[in-house]
């Protein structure tokens, strides 16, 4: 019976994971991070064009 090959994940990063997604309304980068309170839009700007109150 041949052994097995275990998957050990190894992390050699810190806990705190990044998450960089497209905002939806400009697709610029965006960080989602605890401090980017407009997530998942990159500014209060896209924010508040998502809800429709904004036209050009
Ligand atoms: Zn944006």
Do not use: Y
Request: proline share 9%; with cysteine.
């Amino acid at each position: 019976m041949p052994n097995q090959t275990k998957i050990i994940a190894t992390s050699d990063r810190p806990t705190s994971h990044r998450l960089i997604l497209n905002c939806p309304i400009c697709q610029k980068i965006t960080e989602w991070s605890p401090e980017n309170r407009f997530r998942p839009f990159c500014s209060e700007r896209c924010k508040l064009i998502d809800l429709g109150g904004v036209g050009q």
